[in-house]
């Protein structure tokens, strides 16, 4: 039995140590909104934040992160920056099929927290691991503009 | 068609438009217990084969509702087709509330499970497929909001004892004089009404919701991390399941020893199926996904080498090109004796590899099985295919499987396959775990991981053309001698008796026969028997013969001496392709095209029609780090009326990414001897934000009834780019995906 801190809450996860955060998430704890995509950190869609961190859960086993925050997709819009992500997000009606989002959520707003007025090469350093097949980055690029702007 | 046309013509009156409903029969309205009304539609399939009398007695409510009007005035409205990204899910809805004057804040919608109602108007079955879910289901949607809206009017007029004539609706309100009332306050009496013999349909200047940019109705919920696709399906005591395959299509399993894998802790059961194209391979049943990629990792298989044991891509390449010299079928003739008089000729081999759709949402489904009857829970594309193929494994009838549709995470072809793979090979699993835990058994998902996606097979295919253009010495084109080789993507499917015509399949010939610049064109086809699966990828055929037609034109315009932008709309104007021009001459004024540009960037242009609709688009290229760079890409499209703007340019803008991806190096799937040399996004290797690039869209305006939007962004970027990519360095590359030497 491993206990997280997950979203500010001590949880209990009766699984094996190696199992990554992306499992124990979904099929240990049903919080499904972090995505499985690749399973080897090369498509982002698993994001979440560990201290803050971008991190990428498939690859992180639970054991790696005993005594640490970790913030998914289904809270990150309690904080400010999270908030202002997912409006700029929803305004500038990013998603298509929508299933990289939540990770390119996570990796936005982790970009967010530390520089509140990113450049395009900036977004390009903190986008690059996660992909998106619908080719919906010119609409996210803007949305981290737009959420920058709204943080000012 | 023929009240549509007439509803066109008129479209600038300030009157509501007649429109009869041929299929008045099959309308029917029901109102709710507690307030509210529901809209069904009876298939007129299932009605012709039940009987009139069987349809008469049939219980209501009607459980193929397409909209709901609730107590609380908010509308439920089903959509007849699977939403993995290209915005039906909005786009339909919008139909619908745009007739009835719905409050759009208050629509809320969902994805239609399978159903006889939910076939697709023209196709008869239920699918999504060949952007063609505005168009077919143009008229249908609004005659069913219409029909809503003139029964709420009637149940008004009834009640105030007013002329239905003085009745307006508008945020889902009716008014007359001091007279108002919600829909969902005139549902009940509304359902007591008779449907109307005629509808009246609004004239397009009257349109407060179509036209007009509408965000996902799913959008919050996206970004917040509630919308459930397939794969986030989570049911009570439900099991997770892994297949290996065998490394090569069609192999089977000489034996296996799950010892190690069986002692990983939630591991259920192991054991052997069948699988895909008579293949057998070794199911994993855990109680998640982790488990069961543990142990399939231990597992222990020797291999019986399949079908598809012999295949390499590079041997495969000099068979096409075998084939080119004698080719099988004639798809389109032309006299080719004018090429005796050519002072020159332009042209050349052309090769495209294979590609995966690889959809971020990897595929999935959900079986749940009872004594007699069956659940499904997928992201399918192919409803009524699907439904029947899992119905078949597992020894039932269709309508003893229910399929529930659940939104997918892109799927670009890979979910709308004929011969139903992985719901096949899921529901043998489902079967083969219920019968072996018998009541233990419950709910299982069947899981693919980004290795099996990738090495999965149903490829768009490998193919080769030769172009042999003979040109006199102005440049004029006197013979254009055009060879394609490459599978068949329906032969052996459903699919063959309509769209294989003389032996030639429609889906590789297209993009080509249109011949729309006029050309004094032959084309002859082969369709090799590979055993690697293949499938349509988004836009079909056009993903390959767009690049051989629109590089060779340029390529052409060059030898003439001419414009490239000068000499296609010289050939459309010859041809009256005014949608082309128009395409065509928007992206360019939109674009600067021809404008300076900064050192070591190019223009390349690039027109396509494919799925009823035209893409143009210029981009400004450079070459970066050996590979072509787009910095600003103009895209002008015909696709007639656009019904959601803000969709029909994330469309666009997210196709050109998409068919931007074969030009890059990294992108394409090989194979030696049968084995799939790809496996991840590390070795198959789609655009990321760093080689994205920003898309200005820009329609034509149009009244005429939408066509596609779907597929038709993809086939002109490619193009595009290598036409610049030629300007920048004086040579034609011929083999995507473009490598610079």
Redesign the interface.
Known sequence: MTTLNINGELVRVD??P???VL?AL???L???????????A??G?CTVHVNGQPTRSCVTPISAVVGQKIT???AV?NGRVGMAV?AA???H??????????GQ?MSATGLLETNRKPTDAD??AA???????????????AAIHAAAKSLA | MDAERVAQRLSGASVRQALCIDRRNFLRLTALAGGGLVISWHAPIAAAAAGAAAEAAKPLPDPNPFVRINADNTVDILVNRLDFGQGALTALPMLLAEEPDVDWSQVRAGLAPAGDAYKDPVFGIQMTGGSNAINHSWLQYRQIGAVARAMLVAAAADQWTVAVSSCTTGGGVVRSGGHHATYAALAEAAARQPVPEKVLLKPRSQFKIIGKGKGRLDAAAGATGKKKYGIDTRLPGMMVALLQRAPTFGGQVASFDATRALAIKGVRDIFQVSTDRGGTGVAIVAEGYWPAKQARDLLQVTWKAGVGGTVSSDTLLASYRDAARSPAVLALDHDMSAAAGAVRHVGGEYSFPYLAHAPMEPLNATFELKSGTATVMAGSQFQTIDQGAVAQTLGLKPEQVQLITLPAGGGFGRRAVPSSDYLREGAGIAKAWYERQGDKAGPVKVMWSREDDIRGGYYRPAHLHTVDAALDDKGKVLAWDHVIVGQSLVKGTPFEGFLIKNGVDGTMSEGVVENVYGLPLRLRITHPDVAVPVLWWRSVGNTHTAFVMETMADEVAQAAGADPVAWRLDRFAAGSHERHSAALRLAVKRSGYGGKLPQGHAWGVAVHESFGSVVAYVVDVSIVDGRPRVHQATAGVHANLVVNPLAAEAQVQGAAIFGFAMTQPGFEITLKDGVVQQSQFTDFTPPRMTEAFPVAVHFVPSEDPPTGLGEPGVPAIAPAVANALAKLTGKRLRKLPLVLA
Do not use: F, H
């Open positions: 699984a094996d190696s199992t990554p499992w979904r099929d240990v049903g919080m499904t909104g972090t995505k499985y995509g690749c399973g080897v090369a498509c869609a998914t997709i289904e819009g997912q997000w929803i305004a009606d990013v998603a298509q099929c929508g299933y990289c989002q939540s959520i977004i390009d986008m690059a691991g996660n992909l998106c097949r619908c080719g919906t980055y010119q609409r996210i690029r």
